[in-house]
């Protein structure tokens, strides 16, 4: 028998905010409408179309020829576990660069792999330098050395090229988390001599949360090659995926349609726009809210040359409620910006301007609210 409701809900109407916190970012209606395109199947013609052109797309965002490119079914965190459980397993070494939330996260999954790991520890609201990273190493060979490009939690932009000297020097693969700047910063994948990548759907690409683009270079392809144990996680094993991305387009599990569809929509404007147009409109407008925020007599975090664009970390004033600002930010300007993390909350703000919301109108509007709110103490 049919257990009685109370009441059945209302079809969802949620309200149409301005997402200037760490992600997700706005989303182009014509992402959400690609969304609402009829589901295919997961092995139908048109829909392997689609899986082509989306690691064709996939390759020209992140500058690479990766043959292994493609979007993981998950948010960025499913992506740096699946770069974790593929490239390390019982026996090998990693050194990880931890100053800030995700690096930390980056280590905890790391030792979920059994692998040994060396965690690096950094200042937060710092960039790494290879000899800071150098001198956390305790072995002279490592498997791989990773590091966060965008620190999200902090708001710093860690420089790649001096981090792969470093991994030669110790015989390792080199891996960036560039969650938070793909898109936004330029990610020169073949260029930087990156071995493995991830990123995420909901920062710069401005597309919903759900998808994890990863990208691995040959070496680190037959380092996969070369495993002597299975993958702890099934589905995260690109050994497995691969069937389904690849030639074979073996069955694993139910591609998440539409939201490739969304993906598929959000990296066409991407590419439409321009990488380089995109990353200095990122860059214009960051200036901006800069500039703005000193005028506001605000102080910006992080030494200018090491800041991201895509995401601003702000010192809230002393006497200033954190919480209460942003909820008065929320309710009267529909505008969310995000609170700190780990030793930052409650004395930082990150303002996200990412994707389709790096514009001039998100900029004052933020401004404008923050200079009400500061204006109410
Ligand atoms: C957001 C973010 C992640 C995690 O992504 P989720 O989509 O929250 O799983 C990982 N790394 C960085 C740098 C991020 O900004």
């Known amino acids: 028998m049919q257990q009685p409701l109370s009441a059945i809900p209302k079809a969802l109407t949620p309200s149409r905010r301005t997402l200037m916190g760490p992600g997700p970012s706005d989303v182009d209606d014509a992402v959400l409408l690609a969304m609402a395109r009829p589901t295919l199947g ?72 059994g692998a040994e790991v060396t965690e690096v520890k950094g200042e937060w609201g710092r ?110 094993d690109l050994s497995l995926i691969r069937g389904y991305w690849g030639e074979e387009r073996s069955y694993h599990h139910t591609a998440p349609i539409n939201m490739l569809y969304a993906m598929h929509e959000a990296l066409r404007l991407v590419l439409e726009e321009g990488l380089e147009a995109r990353f200095e409109r990122h860059a214009r407008n960051s200036a901006a809210l800069r500039e703005g925020l000193a005028e506001l007599g605000l102080e910006v975090r992080v030494p200018e040359a090491e800041r991201l664009n895509p995401l601003t970390t702000v010192a809230i004033p002393d006497g200033v409620d954190d919480g209460k600002t942003r909820r008065f930010l929320l309710e009267k300007y529909g505008l969310e910006i995000g609170g700190g993390l780990g030793p930052m909350k409650g004395n930082t703000w990150r303002i996200g301007l990412m994707g389709a919301g790096s514009t001039m109108q998100n900029v004052t509007l933020c401004l404008a609210g923050l200079k009400d709110a500061l204006s109410r103490r």
Request: hydrophobic share 40%; charged share 25%.
């Open 127 to 236: 960039a790494f330098t290879a000899d800071q990273l150098r001198a956390g190493a305790e072995h002279d060979r490592y498997d791989l050395v990773a590091v966060v490009h965008a620190e999200t939690s902090t708001g710093v932009l860690q420089p790649i090229p001096e981090v792969r000297e470093l991994a030669d020097d110790l015989g390792a693969l080199l891996l960036i988390d560039c969650v938070t700047s793909l898109a936004g910063h330029a990610v020169k994948i073949d260029e930087w001599g990156v071995d493995a990548a991830y990123s995420g759907t909901q920062k710069c690409l401005s597309c919903p949360p759900g998808l994890s683009p990863v990208t691995f270079s040959p070496r680190a392809v037959e380092k996969m090659d070369r495993r002597k144990h299975k993958v702890q996680s099934w589905y995260l």
């Open 42 to 113: 997961h092995l139908d013609p048109e829909f392997l179309v689609v899986m082509d052109q989306l690691r064709e797309m996939m390759r020209a965002v992140f500058q690479t020829k990766n043959d292994l490119t493609m979007p993981m079914s998950g948010t960025g965190s499913a992506g740096m576990e699946t770069c974790m459980v593929n490239l390390l397993e019982p026996g090998d070494r990693a050194l990880i660069g931890v100053d800030g939330v995700f690096g930390t996260r980056m280590a905890e999954v790391a030792r979920r792999t």
